[in-house]
């Protein structure tokens, strides 16, 4: 990649968007491919429509695509699909985390520091670190119910609470703005946004 002007100045960031897309696109890679192609290999060509789609997604020429595509053919041929990324990870936080406390969703206020505009720590822009974890369960649309945590982060000055959906100053709870990604309706329970307007799907069919 050294001796080529493009993909010496490519960041790490427009590589790994390659490498997914192009993992994510297999199907569509190989289908025009001649019939002679085997399929547990990466072919030698990409089609000119992927190739069109790449430059545009990571901003280089469509010759330094298929110059890429060249070097990193074989790498994106065997990289886990989306969902068996997600379930390998789902594996791994099950044997090595939850025995540590460490699980794949841990559910931060949207802020990290305070929002009062008469707090001092709110001029001085510093970072919210007193905490608090409770053990949540969070219930998903594709994967069911996980353990999780949830965190609370309290602001020393003017001592508002920061929760997951909602920060509570002086006995007032005031909602964040905007649909955040886990909805919380039990004191340790969180629903997923999707899995929620699935419901919301379900009751105006029936």
């Known amino acids: 990649m050294r001796q080529h002007h493009e993909l010496a100045a490519m960041s790490y960031i427009d590589l790994s968007r ?7 696109l297999k199907d569509d890679i190989i289908q ?4 002679t192609v085997s399929i547990m290999a990466a072919p030698d060509i990409l089609p000119p429509s992927i190739t069109n789609f790449l430059s545009d997604v990571v901003t280089i020429s469509p010759e330094s695509v298929d110059a890429l595509w060249d070097i ?6 065997v990289l886990p ?7 390998d990870e ?15 969703h841990t559910l931060y206020p949207p802020t990290k520091q305070c929002t009062n505009p008469e707090c001092g720590a709110w001029q001085l822009g510093t970072v919210l670190k007193k ?3 409770h053990q949540a369960v969070i219930f998903t649309h594709v994967n069911g119910a996980h353990p999780a945590w949830s965190v609370h982060l309290k602001c020393r000055q003017c001592h508002t609470n920061y929760h997951n959906n909602y920060s509570v100053k002086d006995g007032i709870r005031t909602y964040y703005g905007g649909m ?17 307007m699935h419901w919301m799907d379900l009751m105006q069919i029936t």
């Open 72 to 77: 990193m053919k074989d790498l994106a041929w």
């Open 32 to 35: 025009p491919q001649p019939h």
């Open 90 to 104: 789902e594996t791994v936080f099950r044997l090595y985390g939850h025995q540590r406390g460490i699980t794949s």
């Open 81 to 87: 699909t989306v969902d068996e990324a997600r379930a």
């Open 131 to 133: 905490e608090e974890q």
């Open 18 to 24: 390659f490498l997914r897309y192009t993992s994510l």
């Open 180 to 196: 955040l990604a886990y909805i919380q309706v039990a004191e340790h329970q969180f629903v997923q946004r999707e899995l929620i």
